[in-house]
């Protein structure tokens, strides 16, 4: 029996310590870790809530993730067939890290969204620049596709969550 008394969430559990933000006697299934010492879920919660990001910082994590999803796409070579596939996911989650470290590891749609419009852009590159220079019609080949489409995606849910 702890001298904290019981759980404020759970009263028939024994509270182990206190939450570092509001202070209430907390059980071992609540306490949750964070950097600054352990928080019942309802802080946690009013935290993820409040983890929206700057402007700034959406544009900023929004222009990284789109320029570095359309290199990506444009300079991985074309020929690896399903090696590429392995590829695209590794690249898609490097970039997703990347992106999410400079905007505070919070979670955003709109810089998921560009990052994957940048994996996706870098495919039609080529085609729409042949396009312009009144080249061919303008065709995107199917690996540098089904690239930024898995890069695409994977990149978006890492950010995003
Ligand atoms: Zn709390
Ligand atoms: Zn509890």
Redesign the pocket.
């Known amino acids: 029996m702890s001298d904290l008394g019981r759980?404020?969430?759970?009263s028939s559990?024994d509270?182990i310590i206190r939450c570092s933000k509001c202070e209430r006697a907390?059980?071992?299934?609540?306490?949750l870790p964070t950097t600054i010492g352990y928080r019942?879920?309802e802080c946690m919660e009013e935290r993820s809530a409040t983890r929206t990001i700057s402007a700034g910082r959406a544009f900023l994590g929004g222009s990284v993730g789109f320029a570095l999803g359309c290199a990506s796409t444009l300079l991985i070579p074309h020929a690896f067939g399903y090696l590429l596939i392995l590829a695209a996911v590794l690249v898609g989650s490097g970039v997703g890290y990347i992106v999410k470290q400079l905007i505070g590891y919070k979670s955003s749609e709109v810089v998921g969204g560009l990052t994957a419009a940048g994996f996706i852009g870098g495919a039609f590159f080529e085609p729409l620049r042949s396009a312009a220079l009144g080249q061919n019609f303008p065709q995107t080949s199917f690996w540098p596709l089904i690239f930024a489409v898995i890069g695409a995606v994977v990149s978006w849910m890492r950010i995003r969550s």
């Open positions: 759980c404020f969430r759970h559990r509270a907390i059980c071992e299934k609540c306490a019942c879920p």
